[in-house]
């Protein structure tokens, strides 16, 4: 077997023989593959002559693994060239899932090939210490993506599952009645479902791995853009509901914070949010984020102690939970249906989960159980927290809880500490992206990259003091974004790549998802766009 000249700093320089193809020579099978890709590669193979990995992003795969990394953490400051390699990284390489390979069709287009390598008399490098002399790409913010067992899957799927969301679910019931919560429940088994067709697609040809290339297989290289800055976009507005999230909870506990600088007057709301902002600018310039997405693996726990919280203040606390609310509210419900649609915002990294485990095989079955978790701790919290505050439901449950309760005050801060701890991954990806644009002169800068970074922190705080309303919001997220990325595109770009062979089933579920995805769409982002305008006006 050839070396797989592969790790965080690659910038996919060199061809290489994957591991399917060292179990194939040495008479291994793999019955799963070969039946996805003997019935695909046949009608694709011209459409995959034209993928390349010089497209962008380019750093998507690398950015996105972030979320699934379980490396110890190391920590420096952005130095020297910002897509350069960092000392940390030398001697990690990274565990991938296969990229199948065929001489007929090679997705991979690398800048120089092995063989010309060859004819120069240059050997290529075959250490991991060697690999890095010549980069051409790197990105030395990334930690590197180890493979994970099924366990560690699971816990990735649902640390990307349970976020902020969970925060907002009893606000959800509170607008759309009781009858809204059947929807939490419809939205995770059709989100889990194309989460299996993303897994799918990337199976359906060699070299497929993330999200952008599945766009690419099925419409080219417009899918390929459209789907990437969808997905950018998504993460540039967490990173703004982050920091109306930490405004919102910091005031509520120090409501009195009001500064007038020289006649311009800063609400508790405003102060907290430019504080917390100045407070996560160090963590964007991190030239290494590992000790970040270690941290960012605590976000179960985080979400975990939240629970117990509520439930604590809710039980022992004596707060009670009582009646409240109606069966049915259809002049709100389609802001529920953005709320809980935000609940299952993951598909961007589900394909860097799937390549990330030692089994692939078993995706389905962890993906079934992070979803089943989290759909779980989704309801309960739904049920508990509009029983507990009923119509004077916040759009963040913690907002309601008395703080002179201890309960109260550490659920308050955990969910202050947690989005600190993941700002910086989750606007990492949209500021490489970003520097990859740039000319190669000023990729290398140390004062390009620390300036885009800044912007682009500075410019969510923007949003987030021009638009603070975390419900409205989360519901045109959910409602634009994330149908758009679960929802839509999963079952349009499995139609295309599968076009000719899906039984009528398979045919006629992607299309009836597809249409509740545009319909929900219009729906949602119609009526949260209204309630936002009605908020900026009184």
């Known amino acids: 077997m050839a070396p797989a000249y592969d790790d965080m700093g690659r910038d996919r320089t060199f061809e290489f023989e994957t591991d399917d193809e060292e179990n194939l020579a040495e008479g291994g099978n793999d019955d799963d593959y070969d039946s996805d890709y003997n019935t695909s590669s046949s009608n694709r193979s011209e459409g995959s002559q034209a993928f390349s990995y010089s497209a962008w992003p380019q750093s998507y795969r690398q950015s996105m693994d972030m979320y699934t ?206 504080m917390t902002t100045l407070m996560i600018l160090p963590t964007v310039w991190l030239r290494d984020l590992s000790l970040l997405s270690y941290l960012s693996a605590g976000g179960v726990i985080a979400s975990l102690v939240v629970v117990v919280c509520l439930l604590w203040v809710g039980g022992v606390n004596q707060i009670g939970f009582h009646p409240a609310g109606t069966p049915f509210d259809l002049k709100n419900f389609p802001v529920a249906i953005g709320l809980y649609g935000f609940c299952y915002a993951g598909h961007s990294v589900f394909p ?28 309960g919290v739904a049920i508990c927290g509009f ?32 989005p600190l701890s993941k700002y910086a991954l989750t606007v990492t990806p949209v500021a490489l992206s970003l520097e990859e644009l740039l000319p190669p002169a000023l990729q290398k800068s140390h004062s390009v990259s620390v300036f885009i970074r800044t912007a682009l922190v500075i410019s969510t705080l923007a949003v987030a003091l021009t638009i603070p309303f975390f419900g409205f919001v989360m519901a045109l997220i959910g409602s634009i974004l994330t149908m758009l990325v679960a929802f839509i595109f999963p079952c349009a770009c499995y139609l295309s790549i599968r076009r000719g062979q899906l039984s009528r089933l398979e045919t006629v579920s992607c299309i009836l998802i597809l249409l509740m995805g545009v319909a929900c769409s219009i729906i949602g982002s119609y009526s949260s766009i209204a309630k936002i305008l009605q908020k900026l006006g009184s």
């Not at 990173?239 to 009001?258: H, K, Q, R």
């Not at 079955?365 to 978790?373: P, Q, V």
């Not at 916040?394 to 955990?414: D, E, I």
């Open 387 to 418: 029983l507990m505050f009923g119509d004077a439901t916040q759009s963040q449950f913690t907002l309601n809880m008395p703080q002179k309760f201890v309960a109260s005050r550490v659920a308050v801060w955990t969910t202050v500490i947690n």
């Open 69 to 274: 990394s379980v490396t110890p953490p190391t920590v420096g400051f952005l130095a020297g060239s910002s897509l350069g390699i960092g000392s940390s990284f030398l001697s990690t390489s990274v565990q991938r899932r296969p990229s199948y390979q065929s001489s007929e069709q090679t997705l991979i287009k690398p800048f120089i090939s092995v063989s010309s390598l060859d004819k120069e008399g240059i050997q290529p490098p075959q250490t991991p210490a060697s690999k890095h002399s010549s980069r051409r790409f790197s990105y030395q913010e990334l930690p590197p993506t180890q493979e994970c067992s099924y366990f560690q899957s699971v816990l990735n799927g649902i640390n990307v599952l349970c976020g902020v969301g969970l925060l907002s679910t009893p606000y959800a019931v509170k607008q759309g009645g009781w009858i809204s919560l059947s929807v939490l429940f419809i939205f995770a088994g059709i989100s889990c479902y194309t989460g299996i067709l993303l897994k799918r697609c990337l199976d359906s040809s060699p070299g497929l791995q993330t999200y952008p290339d599945i766009g690419q297989a099925a419409f080219g290289a417009p899918g390929r853009l459209m789907i990437a800055i969808i997905l950018y976009v998504e993460l540039y507005c967490c990173c703004v509901e982050y920091i109306i999230l930490m405004g919102d909870t910091l005031s509520s506990i120090f409501p009195n914070a009001n500064i007038d600088l020289g006649g311009v007057y800063l609400n508790s709301h405003h102060v907290f949010a430019i």
């Open 352 to 379: 860097n989960i799937y390549s990330s485990m030692k089994e692939p095989s078993q995706f389905p079955a962890a993906l079934a159980i992070s979803f089943g978790i989290v759909c779980f701790l989704y309801t």
